[in-house]
């Protein structure tokens, strides 16, 4: 069936190191893809979004990547503070419908 | 202040009572959107609504109803709930259709005994 998941479920990065979070998509179809942000407590916040026809989109300490050709989905943060503490979705979207797929999270955790 | 509400934050019912569970944007977004939220699970799409009257399935539409009779509005029902329904809820708003960011509420905790 058409899924998005990811990689590593947590993900453990020293302060001010860089973060890479990554996301795999199995709908060639999808042309949409977005990246969220869910604080404990709160609802998922959007981060970052790419359509298919580009393959990397830049936002203020943040880069999404997108390699169509393995349908892989890739979120990376720089110098990561202890706020960017959370847990990260991708989610992808087709033309043909309107559903929303999410996939099932990666919480980042902020070592000091 | 752009938002999407929702009500209650938090509920326990027993089986079989039928709830509602409420969902307001005052951005004049077309697209609504319920989401159910469990561990291991991520994000699952409950049910969705293109614009006033046009409501659609989403992934996980059992035991679920909706109905969008106004814009801002997007109402969840549980006719009869399950222990199985007990999760975390999430409503959302776009502007156009899922191509476009979704702003999610702060989600309703649901416990069904």
């Known amino acids: 069936g058409e899924s998005v998941g990811l990689h590593l479920p947590t993900l453990s990065v020293q302060e001010g190191d860089n973060s890479i979070i990554n996301c795999a998509y199995s709908?060639?179809?999808?042309?949409?893809f977005i990246w969220y942000k869910q604080e404990s407590g709160k609802g998922p916040q959007f981060i970052i979004d790419?359509?298919?026809?580009?393959d990397k989109r830049q936002g203020q300490r943040v880069t999404v990547l997108l390699n169509k050709t393995v349908k892989h989905l890739s979120l990376q943060i720089a110098a990561t503070q202890p706020g960017d503490s959370a847990v990260y979705f991708c989610?992808?979207?087709?033309?043909?419908?309107?559903?929303?797929?999410f996939g099932k999270g990666t919480r980042l955790h902020i070592l000091p | 202040e752009a938002q999407v509400t929702q009500n209650p934050r938090y509920l326990i019912t027993v089986t079989g009572k039928k709830l509602t569970v409420t969902c307001s944007q005052n951005?004049?977004?077309?697209?609504m959107s319920w989401y159910r939220q469990d561990p291991g699970l991520g994000l699952r799409q409950i049910y969705y609504?293109?614009?006033?009257?046009?409501?659609d399935k989403g992934d996980v539409p059992e035991g679920y109803k909706v109905s969008r009779k106004e814009k801002r509005n997007f109402p969840l029902i549980l006719e009869s709930p399950s222990p199985n329904q007990t999760s975390l809820y999430f409503c959302?708003?776009?502007?156009?259709?899922?191509?476009?960011?979704?702003?999610f509420g702060p989600g309703t905790r649901l416990t069904v005994l």
């Open positions: 959302a708003s776009s502007l156009n259709r899922g191509l476009d960011t979704q702003y």
């Open positions: 709908n060639s179809a999808s042309d949409y």
């Open positions: 790419i359509r298919s026809n580009m």
């Open positions: 989610a992808e979207n087709t033309n043909r419908d309107d559903k929303i797929i």
């Open positions: 951005m004049n977004h077309e697209y």
């Open positions: 609504s293109m614009n006033v009257e046009v409501t």
